[in-house]
């Protein structure tokens, strides 16, 4: 079956305590993308890739690292975790990203982060 | 800067229900429109594109029209039903360099039997 996996779905963790939540697409998708959701402001874009070893800033991308060493996957690493990153965070995969045109994004289910 | 700007929920219906949730947009160029549905647990699914001025989105008795005119992409369904409950969200690509979705803040729907 086709998807985009995360992992974990619940975390709960304290400030400062490095984590790693993971994406991997089994599509062969060359575009893979990091958003996280917050009441009020909707989905807003941390990190993208469009290939292996490419990868570019979203809109806040303040106190995210992301790698792209296999196609696959697309960690999302936050390095010292501060409780303004709690959030629930998709990780999406498209074919190519071509201005959307026939390539939709494919989502995970999410991760609910909780920094204490 | 590129923005999508769509009704305040939530809003609830009965079933059989009329549903319009309103979506207008800023953006540069000509941007692909979009609306995607976040069923509870998961995450978002498209539901519906136009990616010209005039075209029409459809799927699965969910329509949006494209226009350009009022900057508008307004989602309707004529009889909504308890499974269509979900979060709806509008958002656009503006194409180029742009290399990501933009979304409005979303609606939440309930659909009552």
């Known amino acids: 079956e086709a998807q985009v996996t995360q992992n974990p779905r619940y975390l709960i963790t304290v400030t400062g305590k490095k984590l790693t939540v993971t994406c991997s697409q089994n599509m062969n998708h060359e575009y893979m993308s990091w958003y996280r959701q917050d009441p009020g402001l909707g989905l807003r874009q941390i990190y993208y890739?469009?290939?292996?070893?490419?990868?570019d800033k979203g809109d806040v991308p303040e106190g995210y690292k992301v790698s792209r060493k296999e196609k696959r996957n697309f960690p999302l690493i936050l390095e010292s975790p501060s409780p303004n990153q709690t959030s629930l965070y998709f990780c999406?995969?498209?074919?190519?990203?071509?201005?959307?045109?026939?390539?939709?994004?494919?989502f995970g289910n999410g991760t609910r982060l909780t920094v204490t | 800067g590129n923005s999508v700007t769509q009704m305040e929920g939530p809003v609830t219906l009965s079933e059989e229900a009329f549903l319009t949730i309103n979506c207008t947009y800023t953006?540069?160029?000509?941007?692909?429109l979009f609306w995607y549905v976040q069923y509870p647990g998961e995450g978002l699914q498209l539901l519906l594109k136009?990616?010209?001025?005039?075209d029409k989105g459809s799927n699965k008795g969910f329509e949006a029209t494209y226009r350009k005119e009022t900057t508008s992409f307004h989602l309707e369904k004529g009889s909504v039903q308890v499974s269509d409950s979900a979060v709806y969200f509008c958002?656009?690509?503006?194409?180029?360099?742009?290399?990501?979705?933009?979304f409005g803040k979303g609606t939440l729907l309930t659909v009552n039997p």
């Open positions: 890739s469009m290939n292996v070893e490419v990868t």
């Open positions: 953006a540069t160029g000509y941007p692909s």
């Open positions: 958002a656009l690509n503006s194409g180029g360099s742009n290399y990501k979705l933009t």
């Open positions: 136009a990616t010209k001025a005039d």
């Open positions: 999406a995969s498209s074919l190519l990203f071509l201005g959307g045109s026939n390539s939709p994004l494919h």
